[in-house]
T-cell receptor, first 109, second 123 residues
Framework: GQNIDQPTEMTATEGAIVQINCTYQTSGFNGLFWYQQHAGEAPTFLSYNVLDGLEEKGRFSSFLSRSKGYSYLLLKELQMKDSASYLCAVMDSNYQLIWGAGTKLIIKP | GAVVSQHPSWVICKSGTSVKIECRSLDFQATTMFWYRQFPKQSLMLMATSNEGSKATYEQGVEKDKFLINHASLTLSTLTVTSAHPEDSSFYIC???????????????????FGPGTRLLVL
C-alpha cells in the first residue's frame, strides 16, 4: 500500500530552526511536495522536490533522498506566523497526490 | 499565480437538506479538479477526481450517490452533498489542475491550486 509518515506535532522556539521529517512508500514517484496549512484555511504550496538534494527558498529548505524514501522540510529563523500544519505529499505514478497526516508545528516565544 | 475560488465559504443547514458547493478556476482552464474533505486535526482526504466532461472517479468508501460531482466546464466543478447529515459536517476543499503536470516548465510545484475551502455544518 501507499504510506506517508510524518510526526504528528512538534514544538520549537521563535528564532530557532526546526526540521520536519517525512518518509514515504508509494506506487511510483513523480515528486514530493510540502504544503503549509493554517487552521481553517486551505493548504498553500511551499516546495517541490523530484531530484535528490536540497532546495532552498528563503527561510524554508526541502531535502529529498529518493533511495531512502525520505524528505525533510527545514524552517529557519522561526516566526510566530510559522505556527501551522505542514503537509508532506507525494505524487504517484498516476499524478495523484498522496497526503501525509500533517505535522502541527507550535512556535513558542 | 493561478486562483481558485469556492462558494460558499460557510454553510449551515438542517439535516436532510442538500448543499451545493462551487469550485471555480478564475484565470486558467482546469482539466482536472479534485475534491477533498478534512475533519478537524486530520489530513486531507481525497474524495473524488473529476475531469471536464466525464464522470468523476470516486475514492474507495466515498458514496457517489451522496456526493454528486459535476464538472461541466473547464472552469467550474460542483459538489452537491445530498441529504446531508451531521456526520457530513466537515471542511471541503477543492483544487484544480491545468492539464497533466509539465516536468519541463519549471512550474511543477504548482501542480494543484487549492480553493479556500467550504466549512459545512449540518445541524
Amino acid at each position: 500500500g501507499q504510506n506517508i509518515d510524518q510526526p504528528t506535532e512538534m514544538t520549537a522556539t521563535e528564532g530557532a530552526i526546526v526540521q520536519i521529517n517525512c518518509t514515504y512508500q508509494t506506487s511510483g514517484f513523480n515528486g514530493l511536495f510540502w504544503y503549509q496549512q493554517h487552521a481553517g484555511e486551505a493548504p498553500t504550496f511551499l516546495s517541490y522536490n523530484v531530484l535528490d538534494g536540497l532546495e532552498e527558498k528563503g527561510r524554508f529548505s526541502s531535502f529529498l533522498s529518493r533511495s531512502k524514501g525520505y524528505s525533510y522540510l527545514l524552517l529557519k529563523e522561526l516566526q510566530m506566523k510559522d505556527s501551522a500544519s505542514y503537509l508532506c505529499a507525494v505524487m504517484d505514478s498516476n499524478y495523484q497526490l498522496i497526503w501525509g497526516a500533517g505535522t502541527k508545528l507550535i512556535i513558542k516565544p | 499565480g493561478a486562483v481558485v475560488s469556492q462558494h460558499p465559504s460557510w454553510v449551515i443547514c438542517k439535516s436532510g437538506t442538500s448543499v451545493k458547493i462551487e469550485c471555480r478556476s478564475l484565470d486558467f482552464q482546469a482539466t482536472t479538479m479534485f475534491w477533498y474533505r478534512q475533519f478537524p486535526k486530520q489530513s486531507l482526504m481525497l474524495m473524488a477526481t473529476s475531469n471536464e466532461g466525464s464522470k468523476a472517479t470516486y475514492e474507495q468508501g466515498v458514496e457517489k450517490d451522496k456526493f454528486l460531482i459535476n464538472h461541466a466546464s473547464l472552469t467550474l466543478s460542483t459538489l452537491t452533498v445530498t441529504s446531508a447529515h451531521p456526520e457530513d459536517s466537515s471542511f471541503y476543499i477543492c483544487s484544480a489542475r491545468e492539464g497533466t503536470p509539465d516536468f519541463t516548465s519549471g512550474r511543477m510545484g504548482e501542480t494543484q491550486y487549492f480553493g479556500p475551502g467550504t466549512r459545512l455544518l449540518v445541524l
